[in-house]
């Protein structure tokens, strides 16, 4: 038979109070059923580890390294309990949360805050990928949500609508577009655009191309293999114009104009949903879904 924990709690409780009858008190067990324990213990050790007397119990030298060591491994099992436990409720473990879209500002970026400051001891991994990577993650169980725009249903994929973000034509401030009051897609119908081909760029190049093409012609949509900001330093160079959301503005660009898009019904926007398997049971996932929809209520 093994050392177990419990007679480890019983030696150093004996050995801070000095006392077999006040360890017991303090640990709420029998004196009898204490005193045999660490009997026990000490057969298991061939080590004595008290001298007994009327006046109580006293560690010996050869005690004291043992009671030092054994205060440490309880120690060490506490924590591995508490550990677990804050797993097991999602105070601690890990959650990869993917998105497409900039973390700039906007609604993704106030909620990946406010999840990092209450959670503050899981492990948060962000994916920035674009759709078809996300939902391969969401698959394969690297990401545990995804932020993305609505419209993407898999099998043993839960969503649900979260928010959506109004959309940007982005133009050099001397573009001739630059100082209109309210911008309508059909003001675009001759610009030449360039997008990112990961993230959100070929979704805002569905979405041009949906809103412009007419009698079978397309808008010119250029895809870079690049990022959204140096996508934006394109604009800036006064050669194309882009798309984006208001997410895209937490960084100021002095030589671009971001200007609102219309639709005949009202401002353009773009509808975000939350994807996450239905099997998922990561209880950080749990916590993150119960903020968002809070924060988010749809």
Do not use: C
């Given at each position: 038979m093994g050392i177990e924990i419990h007679q480890l709690r019983y030696a150093v409780a004996t050995a801070d109070a000095k006392s077999f009858?006040?360890?017991?008190?303090?640990?709420?067990?029998?004196?009898?059923?204490?005193?045999?324990?660490?009997?026990?213990?000490?057969?298991?050790?061939?080590?004595?580890?008290?001298?007994?007397?009327?006046r109580g119990a006293e560690i010996t030298e050869n005690g004291r390294p043992f009671i030092e060591q054994a205060r440490r491994i309880i120690t060490d099992v506490d924590n591995l309990r508490t550990t677990?436990?804050?797993?097991?409720?999602?105070?601690?473990?890990?959650i990869a949360v993917g998105y497409c879209s900039p973390l700039m500002a906007g609604n993704l970026r106030l909620a990946i805050s406010d999840y990092l400051t209450k959670f503050e001891d899981v492990q948060f991994d962000g994916v920035e990928a674009g759709i078809e990577k996300l939902f391969h993650g969401l698959h394969s169980h690297t990401i545990d949500v995804a932020i993305a725009p609505i419209g993407f249903g898999e099998d043993g994929v839960a969503s649900r609508r979260i928010w959506s973000e109004r959309l940007y034509a982005v133009l050099p401030n001397d573009h001739a577009l630059a100082g209109k009051e309210q911008l309508y897609w059909q003001d675009l119908?001759?610009?030449?655009?360039?997008?990112?081909?990961?993230?959100?760029?070929?979704?805002?190049?569905?979405?041009?191309?949906?809103?412009?093409?007419e009698q079978g012609?397309?808008?010119?949509?250029?895809?870079?293999?690049?990022?959204?900001?140096?996508?934006?330093?394109?604009?800036?160079?006064?050669?194309?114009?882009?798309?984006?959301?208001?997410?895209?503005?937490?960084?100021?660009?002095?030589?671009?104009r971001f200007l609102e898009i219309h639709d005949p019904t009202g401002p353009a926007r773009l509808e975000y949903g939350l994807y996450c398997r239905a099997d998922n049971d990561n209880p950080a996932l749990q916590h993150f879904v119960k903020l968002i929809e809070e924060r988010y209520p749809g």
């Open positions: 009858s006040r360890a017991a008190v303090v640990l709420n067990v029998k004196q009898i059923t204490l005193s045999r324990k660490v009997q026990q213990l000490e057969d298991r050790l061939g080590v004595k580890l008290f001298e007994r007397s009327t677990a436990r804050n797993v097991s409720y999602g105070l601690h473990g890990r119908r001759r610009e030449v655009f360039v997008v990112p081909s990961g993230g959100l760029g070929p979704i805002f190049g569905n979405l041009i191309a949906a809103r412009l093409t012609k397309r808008p010119n949509i250029i895809l870079q293999a690049t990022s959204l900001e140096s996508v934006l330093s394109m604009v800036a160079a006064r050669r194309y114009i882009s798309i984006a959301t208001e997410a895209s503005q937490g960084i100021a660009w002095t030589d671009l």
